[in-house]
């Protein structure tokens, strides 16, 4: 063996198992996520058909607190939803639109579900585009709430959620009767997405109509542990074949990145960090970059230049 | 690689003299396998042996030190592709890039945004691990370019030019603090080889391609220079991806020996001039197996968010860090300073403490245990919960330090607070802010 020179051998893999590709949407403006073979980018390996696709958050009640570069980015829109969603479609070249219904949130404005509903089918109406619905995030309230949306958004192929162990049954049930899929939301862990997720396809939805959402932490609250999780899921579904992870995964990571102090504080709190209006972006772009070499098929992002960039990023790594 | 402890019992000379402090030969070697000692405490093996079991036992990814004494870095030394199957080892890190073109002052200035780009977050100090000094003028220019960088910073150098003759002259005066020979090339291999051989220094091997770059490792590796860095001269952020992976896969799956190097990236050749894509490259060469990462300026922005990232990549996922369980005081706090509480997970305890710390209000600020978790993970997991609080507040001392009995719990967990009021009884309980980064606003204004 010794002195012998080995030769090199180029070392691709081949997976054994390919993600579920969904549309979400219907009809020309209809968004396909999933369908890869291969570790994110891994063109070496397999194919990505879809580069992971950006959903722009749209908030149906303003948000406050938001940092100045971010909120002067997005312009005089946050007031209204519809106004917003067009904002980002026209402007921003979305073609996905995340409706974020923070406002139905019972420790909050406390929107009722007439009300989103009423706000969904309006930003469905105004911009044409595919939409994913995120609920407030209590499990009872989202429950009632996505049931009204699901109604009103009958045959659109929304993604609503989040589906949790909590509220899935009710919310499978009414993707099921109008035709919409799910997102299945747990909290950073294997198992669990994988158990979730056998219990909604028992409940009759079709496999393809299912997002995992493996719960996100930014760069600095929580990355080391999501990104690992989406790479051993995403490893279990290529190299395994195992069927309940094969789905596409979401992260939600708008809300995640611009919570980061390191995203938000301004100059004067903090001259050491440097320009803030480029650190916030980045800290954005680079969480969303991260989630996606873990394993992310659709990014929920907030800011136009952090979305932007990270479509830069895809074309870069597009290359080889 | 990993040589079973018969394979090395083989080898060894079978007279079970105990020299090695180990009474038998072969319990001798299934130590060597496990790692637990020296092939060198044998003085009997002979030299082919120790030649052949060096080798074979050789880690499949080399580590190699940048610089000399205390700042020096070492990269490599990587054993797994994913980070769950184990803990990345030696955290990549990052140069930043000097012209030699640029004036003294250019320079300076670099250098000065270099020393202050320096985080400290968990407890560990984050900041630009090297300075790498590209000749862009002539050769004297760049020997003095070197001189003025040594002579500022402490830290290890990388020393950028493929002019064999430059670099000769620019190790004369660095040569002692082991710089990185960036890059020893096709057309300029052997005199290359010669100085990093003659000045033991590191050595950058570059080459188009894996393939040609594993051909010059082989013949610098027959040479006797053994600490090299690769790379394959990518021209997208595609190809580093995809060469970055083939070399560590090379390495550890097919234990091809030619490409078991750290591997150094230059993120911003590959972006066009747009900073912010360099970072955007930067952060994927720190996922994917980035050994020195080159930047072209060391803006804080910019550097921040890499460093919290690499943190948390080269972070054990299994074990969170803790800190301990009592009460802690911030500003020389008296009695009617306020009492905090919130969980023993490292990281939180160091964000809400360095918020207490430049909010300058004197507090008190209780650690429950509550196994390292983060406040909702841990109140999810029901290790931060109104009983457990309870108690920590009982045992803590909290009543004989405090002139008040109210206690201040995160934001995030203001469901619990009528409950916690139940449990601790005779106190107020009041909901602080969901962030900690609005703690000093409202820590002031509770101060009146
Ligand atoms: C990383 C993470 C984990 C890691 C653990 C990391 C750790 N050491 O804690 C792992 C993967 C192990 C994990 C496990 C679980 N997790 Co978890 N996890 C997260 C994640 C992604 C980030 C948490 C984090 O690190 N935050 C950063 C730290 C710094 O935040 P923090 O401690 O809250 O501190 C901030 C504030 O609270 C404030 N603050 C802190 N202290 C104080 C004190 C005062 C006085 C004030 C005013 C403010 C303040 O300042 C900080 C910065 O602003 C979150 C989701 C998310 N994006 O937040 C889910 C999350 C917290 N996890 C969740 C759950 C349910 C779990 C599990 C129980 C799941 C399960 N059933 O197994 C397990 C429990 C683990 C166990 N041992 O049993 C849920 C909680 C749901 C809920 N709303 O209650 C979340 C929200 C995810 C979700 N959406 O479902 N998790
Ligand atoms: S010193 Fe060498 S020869 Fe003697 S017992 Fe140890 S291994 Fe065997």
């Known amino acids: 063996m010794k002195g012998q020179a080995m030769a090199y051998r180029e070392p691709r893999e081949s997976a054994a198992g390919t993600i579920r590709e969904i549309a979400v949407g219907s009809g020309d403006p209809a968004v396909v996520v999933g369908g890869e073979n291969a570790l994110p980018f891994y063109l070496f390996d397999g194919a990505m058909p879809n580069t992971p696709?950006?959903?722009?958050?749209?908030?149906?009640?303003?948000?406050?607190?938001?940092?100045?570069?971010l909120s002067d980015a997005l312009g005089d829109?946050?007031?209204?939803?519809?106004?917003?969603?067009?904002?980002?479609?026209?402007?921003?070249?979305?073609?996905?639109?995340?409706?974020?219904?923070?406002?139905?949130?019972?420790?909050?404005?406390?929107?009722?579900?007439?009300?989103?509903?009423?706000?969904?089918?309006?930003?469905?109406?105004?911009?044409?585009?595919?939409?994913i619905v995120y609920g407030s995030g209590n499990a009872d309230k989202d429950a009632e709430v996505?049931?009204?949306?699901?109604?009103?958004?009958?045959?659109?192929?929304?993604?609503?959620?989040?589906?949790?162990?909590d509220n899935y049954k009710a919310i499978a049930a009414v993707a099921l009767a109008y035709?919409?899929?799910?997102?299945?939301?747990?909290?950073?862990?294997?198992?669990?997405?994988?158990?979730?997720?056998?219990?909604?396809?028992?409940?009759?939805?079709?496999?393809?109509?299912?997002?995992?959402?493996p719960s996100t932490g930014a760069v600095g609250y929580g990355l080391e542990y999501s990104y690992t999780v989406m790479e051993r899921l995403r490893l279990a579904a290529l190299i395994q074949n195992d069927d309940m992870t094969r789905m596409p995964l979401i992260c939600n990571l708008g809300k995640e990145a611009w919570r980061a102090k390191e995203a938000k504080a301004t100059e004067e709190e903090e001259p050491a960090w440097g320009d803030a209006a480029k650190r916030g972006v980045l800290w954005e772009a680079m969480t969303a970059l991260s989630l996606t070499m873990g394993g992310a098929d659709v990014l929920v992002m907030r800011h136009p230049e952090a979305i932007a960039l990270v479509g830069k990023a895809f074309e870069g790594l597009s290359a080889q | 690689m990993a040589l079973s402890g018969l394979d090395i019992f083989k080898k060894l000379p079978k007279t079970n003299c105990g020299d090695c402090g180990i009474p038998t030969c072969l319990a001798f070697a299934m130590k060597l396998a496990a790692g637990q000692a020296e092939l060198s405490q044998c003085p009997h093996v002979s030299p082919e042996a120790a030649a052949e079991l060096s080798e074979a036992s050789a880690p499949p990814m080399r580590g190699v030190t940048i610089g000399a004494g205390d700042d020096a870095i070492r990269v490599g030394e990587e054993t797994v592709l994913f980070r769950h199957e184990k803990t990345f080892v030696n955290p990549c890190a990052f140069a930043v890039l000097v012209e030699s073109g640029a004036s003294d002052e250019a320079i300076d200035g670099t250098l000065a945004?270099?020393?202050?780009?320096?985080?400290?977050?968990?407890?560990?100090?984050?900041?630009?691990?090297?300075?790498?000094?590209?000749s862009t003028a002539d050769a004297s220019r760049f020997r003095a370019a070197v001189e003025r960088v040594r002579s500022k910073t402490a830290l290890p150098l990388v020393l950028m030019s493929e002019d064999a003759s430059e670099m000769a002259s620019a190790l004369e005066v660095s040569a002692e603090v082991k710089p990185l020979i960036c890059a020893a090339t096709e057309s300029n291999f052997e005199a290359m080889l010669a100085l990093a051989k003659d000045n033991s220094c590191p050595m950058v091997v570059r080459a188009s391609g894996l393939e040609a770059v594993a051909a010059l490792t082989e013949k610098a590796v027959a040479a006797g220079v053994k600490d090299l860095l690769i790379d394959s001269s990518p021209t997208t952020a595609g190809e580093a991806l995809r060469d970055h992976v083939f070399a560590r896969r090379a390495a550890l799956n097919q234990k091809f020996a030619p490409l078991g190097f750290p591997i150094i990236t230059f993120p911003g050749d590959l972006a066009a001039g747009d900073d912010m894509l360099e970072a955007l490259y930067a952060s994927v060469d720190v996922e994917k197996y980035g050994g020195v990462v080159v930047l072209t300026s060391a803006d804080a922005w910019k550097l921040l968010p890499l460093l919290v990232l690499r943190q948390n990549i080269y972070t054990d996922p299994q074990r969170p860090m803790q800190v301990e369980s009592k009460i802690y005081e911030f500003n020389n706090p008296g009695p009617d300073a306020p009492f905090l509480v919130t969980t023993n997970f490292s990281l939180t305890y160091f964000i809400v403490a360095s918020e207490i710390e430049s909010s300058k209000m004197p507090t008190y600020l209780g650690?429950?245990?509550?196994?390292?978790?983060?406040?909702?993970?841990?109140?999810?997991?029901g290790k931060f919960v109104p009983e457990r609080i309870a108690k920590f507040v009982g045992a803590s001392g909290a009543a004989e330090k405090l002139g008040h009995k109210e206690v201040v719990i995160?934001?995030?967990?203001?469901?619990?607070?009528?409950?916690?009021?139940?449990?601790?009884?005779?106190?107020?309980?009041v909901v602080g802010p969901r962030e900690a980064a609005d703690l000093p606003a409202f820590l002031k204004k509770k101060a009146g």
């Open chain 2, 410 to 429: 995160p934001g995030m967990v203001a469901q619990i607070s009528g409950e916690l009021k139940e449990e601790l009884d005779g106190w107020d309980v």
């Open chain 1, 53 to 69: 696709a950006i959903a722009m958050e749209v908030f149906d009640v303003a948000p406050e607190g938001w940092p100045t570069p």
């Open chain 2, 367 to 381: 650690i429950v245990e509550a196994e390292g978790l983060s406040v909702l993970t841990a109140w999810a997991a």
């Open chain 1, 146 to 165: 996505l049931k009204a949306v699901a109604a009103a958004l009958n045959g659109r192929s929304a993604m609503i959620g989040p589906a949790t162990e």
């Open chain 1, 77 to 131: 829109v946050m007031g209204d939803p519809v106004t917003w969603a067009k904002a980002c479609v026209e402007k921003h070249g979305a073609r996905l639109i995340c409706l974020q219904l923070a406002g139905t949130d019972p420790g909050g404005a406390n929107r009722t579900a007439e009300e989103a509903a009423a706000t969904a089918v309006a930003v469905a109406d105004a911009t044409g585009v595919p939409l």
């Open chain 2, 113 to 134: 945004q270099i020393e202050a780009a320096s985080f400290e977050r968990v407890q560990q100090h984050l900041g630009v691990g090297a300075v790498a000094i590209k």
């Open chain 1, 179 to 213: 035709g919409h899929g799910v997102v299945a939301e747990t909290p950073i862990d294997v198992n669990m997405a994988k158990q979730l997720n056998i219990l909604i396809t028992q409940l009759g939805l079709p496999a393809d109509r299912i997002l995992i959402d």
